[in-house]
């Protein structure tokens, strides 16, 4: 029999829900790889705007964003530019109150911010991420080097801007009598008085009524009795509750944060071992030195994981983001790259079972 374990790709929110799984469930998520983000965009309101443009989705090879514009590489070879103060008017909501840039709670971060063309930037958080790293440099998957002080002053910097505007819409936010709970710093003993009274009414109206979902994914996985599911837009509960059942409100990332999983944010990348640059020594190309996939094939090749859990695209609706568990390099690749939209990512594990011979 063979334990079936997952390597997590996700942003701050999905790798603190897939953190909340681990602390409060048995969870097949083994590794966690965080990514840098800033925000994510609707994809309905970004399909809109950029009709505004003259163009669709289809049109599109690549998206990145730089120095204040959302550029497209388009498949006929042209590139096009919105500006980021235009195309912010369809990010989603609940990003406004995310005071994480770097996915503290991860084993490693990985992002462009700080690092030279070619090389990503690898925050490594745990010892299970610093013997990743460093097997992967030996067994010649990825080559790596110190950051400049001038480089990190810059992730350092970035991050803190993030931080300091968003905790300011957050102020705003309670002061309008929408909770932000995730951000209350009280005690491991409160925070499990209040979940052990809490279920999906209370998630649906402290969360998802406030525009605080980040639509993860996290409540439909952890469900027992399947009735909660997530179209395009919301969770959506079918069915009665279970008498004394909590997970949903204890999983979701944006409910109360355990004391060891809270961000310290007067340290603006969080807790970690050691930053450095890094670039695949496999000539993959991703969204920047082809890391995250590098990483991902070390950790199958070597038995480390069972499969990968990552974002690709639905066949039929260009860059529309679809999650899936994989231990196939091919669509590793296929999937890599920045989607700049959200999906409920931990769907797939629903039937990811726990032995399989």
Known sequence: MVNKTVALVGTPCEIMAASKIQHFTESPIEFKIGLFCMENFSYSYFQALLLEYDLTMEEIEKFRIEKGYAFMFLKNGQKMKIPLSVAKKVVRKNCNICVELTSETSDISVGSIGSDKGWSTVIIRTDAGLKVINDAIEHGYIEA???????????????????????????????????????????DKTIFREISSAN?????????????????????????????????????????????????????????????????????LGDYQKIVTVRSAKNYHGQDGGVVTSILDYLITYQIVTGALVVDTKEDSPWKPVAKITDDIDEILKASGTKYAV??????LKDYTEDVI
């Open 145 to 187: 080097k110190d950051l400049t002080s001038t480089q990190l002053n810059l992730l350092n910097k970035i991050a803190g801007n993030k931080i300091k505007r968003n905790f300011e819409n957050i102020d705003t936010r309670e002061f309008k009598a929408r909770p932000v709970l995730y951000q209350r710093e009280i005690s």
């Open 200 to 268: 999906f009414a209370d998630l649906k109206g402290n969360v998802i009524d406030v525009g605080a979902c980040v639509l993860c994914g996290a409540c439909e996985y952890i469900c027992p009795e399947n009735i909660i599911t997530i179209a395009d837009s919301k969770p959506r509960k079918r069915g009665k509750c279970p008498e004394d059942c909590h997970a949903c409100f204890a999983v979701c990332p944006r409910t109360f944060i355990p004391t060891n999983l809270r961000n310290d944010n007067s340290n603006n």
């Open 343 to 348: 999906c409920p990512v931990f769907k797939p």
